[in-house]
């Protein structure tokens, strides 16, 4: 429940600007770490210093007094506050009062202190020592019938030196049961992508923002979930670069933007306006979008315009004719209603992708989470494919990617569908046979636990059992284990939603200096853009019982392997160790590590299509028909609506700094769903009544959320939004794109009950 009485007023001031300092001052004065969090913040995203724990974008090249974002901000306060969450608070709290309380209040708690231990007779966690932890954990996992029936869950927070050993650890235990946290978001890309063009990664840098003519922002609100990448985007425009914004809400920072180190846009009130076109497509229109300007560019063609690049296409690609034939057989009619678009505005967009002769087209969630949001990528990806628009200065798909090191946890083994070539080199270097089947994602490991056939869920970070969608589902499934263990730094949801046993154990924060018996320790992470940079903490850790990812990783490892053939206690002192292994296992990317990351700059990973090579079967980059128009099944009943879950600007995944919400005008509420006014008047409503939602499913459970309070808000007809994760109980567990297990959180068919 908010603290105040919810109020609503439009935001039309740009973003960015004074208001970000204000929310910037006034999270580190609550936090009470004014002195101490500016002096961090000084040292984020700096060589030699930490890397923010908020999104994943890459640091900006240029030297700056400070590299950091309003949000990254709220991330490193939370991260470094001055409240702690002691025994004497689990004492003072039972389990079930614990419940009743909102995300927020929890979070509000601040920082874990020392391991804690379910007791089950009292309904409170009470202290344990780090033995008794590892003690618990290793008999857990020891007296499973099998190594399946464990799930090793990992958030994109945890750091490449910990996540490549917990891979290794869980591999050698027997299982590929490895949920992650980009099974919920960006999985559409590491499956979607690598049939098309051989790796589930974006092609661009940094630098080709720089040299881009066009750029596309698709389903993704760069001002709330990745702040700095505005800083490109506001470049982009004063060199006069087209910017197109797709996206069914209208997003302040793709509006008008004020960037908070530009000293005389700050002094003057002034701002740079960003989009040069806004595509307000409708909820699943995005297909249709697509087709539409491949059948422009087709068509044009047919007249005998030269739009295509023929010699790209000759020279690397295949399939280029099944995708003509498809989009020149869809209809203009279809493609308008199902889009929300005019065709007129379509041919303007299109126009615009085929003057540029380097065209970066960015995306978010708003692609990815759809029922066929893989195969909608390859639709995006034959897009560019069209315009030679791979493995040129300028040019490329970037998946704008959430989480800091998620892509990095994937490129170091977190995949629960590793290829056979890298199980044969973890075998080689490791002396070992790797389990060869495919393990669970988050959705399978979720099904797996209602099965009753998972025992034991090990969480690496995060607050699985609120990100995953079905929520009453998946909290029965979760009270259903033997053991849950939750790695973290604050108190959240996944602590009180758990198994007959469970541990909360503290971990040392991405801010904080790691201290081993060999001396400093560094980490490092993969950015969206494949740049792997040291990570630094400067801080003291929040406890002295708090400890480092790697440590955690390599104890429990020793509880549960005794016959281990690694030599776990080296790599608990000595990081650089880890990174001669992960050399080991990929010499083709990750060779001289050691050396390389000393660099202050980092290096970056190889990407081949950049160099337009092509690692798909045929050796060529592909181009793929989806048949139709819907990234979604249709629903033919007039009263649906399609629902899309969003992340509030006061928000970091299912963490909630506050009930404020400014860009869109929201504040002290999240129980709110925006509706465009026609759709409102139709239902008999008006703004501000009081609304349920009901799901559509096949599977007879009734999902209702009530409570819900309408507000007016520039959406296209039959598109409606609310609040992640607070509407996740309305998404069934198997709404879900097949190929990557990514819930179709962008596209719930609801209806509005009055």
Known sequence: MAEHKPRYKTYNAPAGGWGAAAATAKVLLQQSVIVKGSEALLKMNKPGGFKCPSCAFPDQACEKIFDFCENGAKALAHEATKFRVTRDFFAQHSVTELMEQSDYWLEMQGRLTEPMRYDAATDHYVPCSWEEAFEVIGRHLRALDSPHHAEFYTSGRTPNEAAFLYSIFVREFGTNNFPDCSNMCHEPTSRGLPPVIGVGKGTVTLEDFDRAEAIFVIGQNTGTNSPRMMTNLVEARKRGIPIVAVNPMPERALIRFTE?????????FGSTPISSEFAHIRIGGDLAFFKGIM???FEREAAGETVLDHDFIREHTVGIDAVREDALAQDWAQIVAISGLTEEQIRRCAEIYIRSNATVICYGMGLTQHQYGSQLLQQLSNLLLLKGNYGKPGAGISPIRG??????????????????AYLDRVRDVFGFEPPREHGHHAIESVMAMQAGTAKVFIGMGGNFVRAVPDTEQAYAAMRKLELTVGIATKLNRGHLVHGKEALILPVVARSERIETANGEQFVTIEDSMSTVTASRGVLDPASPDAKPEVEIVCRMAMAALPDSKLDWGRYVDDYDAIRDLIAKVYPQIYTDFNTKIRNPAGFLLDVPPRRRVWPTPNGKANFLVMPGLYPDDPIDDPAMLRLATVRSHDQFNTTIYSYNDRYRGVYNDRMVLFMNAQDIADRGLKEYDKVALEAFSDDGIPRRIDGLTV???????GAIAGYYPELNPLIPLDYYDRMSGTPAAKSIPVRVVA
């Open 403 to 420: 989480h800091s090191n998620v892509q990095g946890d994937r490129t170091v083994g977190i995949d629960e569908k590793p290829s056979q």
């Open 260 to 268: 908070p180190q530009d000293i005389v846009q700050m002094a003057t």
């Open 711 to 717: 507000l007016d808000y520039p959406m296209p007809r």
């Open 295 to 297: 059948r422009v560019m």
